[in-house]
């Protein structure tokens, strides 16, 4: 009998150590990539390709600004085998949603890691601008990030990543390379934008472009009516002659401005809306760049 158990604890032990070699991630043996923000979504995606499964931290309906966590997101939390965050104040929730769930072993892709931060315009305090995902030239940086760090959490299929990152950011570079080539022709000398969040810095310095006034002081807080008194002289007194609303939620206060200042109001997508989706950041870096082009045109003598 004491044989007999002695071999039963044996086969039992090397059962369990080959299911560990068979399943080396949650869920089995694919690995399952969390993802706070929607371009993110559109990088991983477009990174591991069908070689792993890709859970949002929070549903497509969230605007990820001010997100308060439910008990839903803690469930998604304890699935993940590895979640790719901003990290630099655009999704500090889900930092909050990991320890909550006790998800704390899970590894974070920090995907600014390989990113030049710039700071954010006007801030008295080192802030660092956190929208590095509205800009092709940063995505690509980030796409390269997230693929080579996915590789070392995954590394049979580490070299399909990488290949997978290339030709993704292939097409990321032909996009800025249509757009560039078509901006470069126009004459933007008398292009002076507001735009009404603080989200478009890296869009902007892609192409060599500058921001004169940012109306919010913080994304969905309005300025008072001082501020914006202050902020309406600014343009003024600078000459703005275009005004960036964001997509969706250009609201009263671009309308208020608008009235009182002349400017052309055009819009910017956050790529933060929508059902998640591999194209979504192609799609809408596309708009943002053909109103970008059409901004600049509308300044033409």
Do not use: C
């Amino acid at each position: 009998m004491k044989t007999l158990g002695k071999l039963f604890i044996l086969l039992a032990a090397t059962m369990a150590s080959t299911l560990l070699l068979a399943a080396p991630f949650k869920n089995g043996d694919r690995m399952t990539v969390g993802i706070t923000l929607h371009p993110y979504y559109s990088f991983v995606a477009n990174i591991v390709g069908d070689k792993a499964d890709i859970v949002p931290l929070i549903g497509a309906g969230y605007n990820p600004h001010n997100y308060n966590p439910l008990p839903d997101d803690m469930k998604r939390a304890q699935s993940l085998d590895v979640l790719v965050v901003n990290g630099i104040g655009h999704d500090q929730w889900a930092f909050e949603i990991m320890e909550a769930s006790g998800g704390l072993e899970v590894p974070y892709i920090y995907a600014n890691d390989a990113v030049s931060l710039i700071p954010v315009a006007g801030a008295a305090d080192t802030s660092v601008n956190a929208h590095t995902f509205i800009s092709t030239i940063t995505a690509i940086q980030q796409v390269y990030e997230i693929a080579r760090q996915l590789g070392t959490h995954d590394p049979a299929n580490a070299e399909e990543y990488l290949r997978n990152s290339r030709a993704y950011a292939t097409r990321l570079r032909k996009l800025k390379a249509e757009y560039s080539q078509q901006i470069s022709k126009l004459d933007a000398s008398n292009f002076r934008a507001a735009t009404m969040h603080g989200a478009y810095g890296y869009l902007m310095q892609e192409f060599g472009l500058q921001i004169s006034a940012v109306i919010e002081p913080r994304h969905g807080v309005e300025p008072t009516a001082r501020q914006l008194a202050q902020t309406i002289d600014e343009i003024k007194a600078a000459g703005v002659n275009v005004l960036f609303a964001e997509k969706f939620f250009a609201g009263k206060l671009a309308d208020t401005i608008q009235k009182e200042t002349g400017v052309k109001m055009f819009s910017f997508s956050h790529i933060s809306d929508g059902e998640f989706s591999p194209e979504l950041f192609e799609n809408e870096m596309r708009y943002n760049l053909e109103s970008l082009k059409a901004a600049i045109e509308s300044t033409i003598p």
